[in-house]
């Protein structure tokens, strides 16, 4: 049988559609196409594409057993190094971690394993194959771990799956982090999904607190000395919205990325009046930035009624950082890209209101400390773009609440904690961080393999301190 050198393609919403509703754009694929995926797979004696997963994922491992139809086995490898597969078939950058790495790749496409982990994931899901809760021994020792996003949550589902009594605590009503309020629902589905690996880390005997802000109910030093936790992993992501700070950013009708996709995602707007969460977009949005949070905050205006968006971007296309994929199917549902541009003011109406976006055109100069050419302005190039809102999506930095309430705990001059790469150690006994408060915002996956190395570093630390 003749080698298949392309992916096979991915189910989708007609753009058309899906443009107007919040349901979830790629629909997965079914098992013969699954198995047909799988089968691609050279089965290669010196597999490279582990080394690209953040979490170490038995890659080789989970496929083979996909292409027998064995679907039950495949994500029981894959749930032997990853506590949320659902969520990372969905969201992680494959194109750019183990799908890099694969052998495939050279001469056609490589595997689509994010699409093989979303397919066992669903089909673990739908068959509900969940064991019986676990308890936890009445002498295990505690750790705690402060944010329940993807970095937290990996670390819980490691720790409790070692015995651990595992207690997160969450400043907001839901538990989930980013996974809740910043992904839309049309890319991650909050109950069907998010809620469901949520609560598979419960039944591991992980305990959820929610509205517990740490740093005011309790500091990090409290939970040690007086509530007795051994450890403590601190995972509060980068939920700091970043502004530009050009003028006009504080009239009506201007949001941060954060708040507008908090609003929609974790306060359910997009179900209003349902939910009494009002959110006005405005016939014509603009979003500036190029990442995936613009792509999610674009299409997402586009979904609560917006006539027209924007996309205000002030490189070319080639350096936009958000997925391929998210840029695909942004241009499909009619977003208008407006690259090479540099907003500069945010001009108002009379009354305090959105009227237009004041930009500079921009050329590519040499590469500066990222890589990428520079944008230089063009002289005499400015114009205005008439926008009724404006989303600031240029990037989200750390809350620093945790930091300013640990003293011994040091950060860098952004507010990032500092924090041993390898196992999350930071400057303070007993206490380890990792995923965007370390790092500042990066993928879900990143954040995951953050929490996974922490997890392994406090086992470790828990057992010599005896």
């Known amino acids: 049988m003749a080698l298949v050198m392309k992916k096979y393609t991915m189910p989708e919403q007609d753009p058309a559609i899906r443009a107007h509703n919040f349901e979830e754009v790629a629909l997965g694929y079914d098992e013969e196409t699954a198995i047909a995926e799988a089968s691609r797979c050279l089965n290669c004696q010196k597999p490279r594409c582990v080394q690209g997963c953040p979490v170490q994922i038995d890659i080789p491992g989970f496929i083979a057993k996909m292409k027998t139809g064995d679907f039950s086995d495949a994500i029981e490898v894959i749930k032997g190094s990853n506590s949320l597969p659902a969520v990372c078939g ?17 001469k056609g496409e490589p595997v689509g394993i994010g699409r093989l982990e979303r397919f066992a994931a669903d089909y673990d899901l739908n068959e509900q194959q969940k064991g019986a809760p676990v308890q936890c021994a009445s002498d295990a020792k505690k750790v705690a771990i402060v944010g329940s996003g993807p970095a937290g949550l990996s670390a819980a589902g490691e720790l409790a799956k070692k015995g651990y009594k ?5 400043a907001l009503h839901k538990a989930g982090g980013v996974l809740s309020y910043g992904i839309p629902e049309f890319r991650l589905p909050k109950e069907k999904i998010v809620q469901v690996e949520i609560d598979d880390l419960k039944k591991l005997g992980v305990e959820i607190r929610l509205n517990t802000v740490i740093g005011k109910l309790y500091t990090v030093d409290e939970l040690m000395q007086e509530e007795d936790f ?40 997009y179900k209003f009046p349902q939910y009494h969460t009002p959110l006005k977009v405005g016939g014509t949005v603009a979003v500036i930035g190029g990442g995936n949070v613009a792509m999610d905050a674009a299409r997402t205006s586009l979904r609560l009624g917006a006539d027209h968006v924007y996309i205000v971007y002030r490189r070319s296309e080639k350096e936009l950082p958000a997925r391929l994929e998210e840029v695909h199917h942004a241009k499909d549902e009619g977003i208008d890209f407006r690259l090479l541009n540099n907003p500069v003011e945010i001009i108002g109406s009379d009354d305090g209101n959105v009227k237009s976006l004041h930009c500079i ?106």
């Open 90 to 106: 969905r969201v992680c950058p494959q194109e750019n971690q183990c799908e890099k790495y694969c052998v495939m790749g050279i």
């Open 166 to 170: 595992v207690t997160i605590f969450e």
């Open 230 to 269: 051994g450890a403590v992993f601190v995972a509060t992501g980068a939920g700091l919205p970043s502004f530009m700070h050009i003028p006009g950013e504080n009239l009506n009708g201007v949001y941060s990325a954060n708040e507008f996709l908090t609003r929609c995602n974790l306060m359910k707007a």
């Open 361 to 466: 055109k921009m050329e590519l100069g040499e590469p500066d400390s990222s890589g990428r050419r520079r944008p230089v302005p063009v002289a005499g190039s400015e114009f205005d773009l008439p926008v009724e809102t404006v989303i600031v999506a240029i990037g989200q930095g750390p809350n620093p609440l945790v930091q300013s309430t640990t003293p011994d705990m040091l950060t860098n001059k952004r507010g990032n904690i500092i924090a041993d790469e390898e196992t999350g150690a930071t400057t303070k006994e007993g206490v380890f961080a990792g995923g965007d408060i370390v790092t500042g915002a990066a993928t879900v996956i990143l954040a995951m393999g953050a929490g996974k190395k922490a997890a392994q570093a406090i086992d470790k630390y828990l057992k010599d301190k005896g």
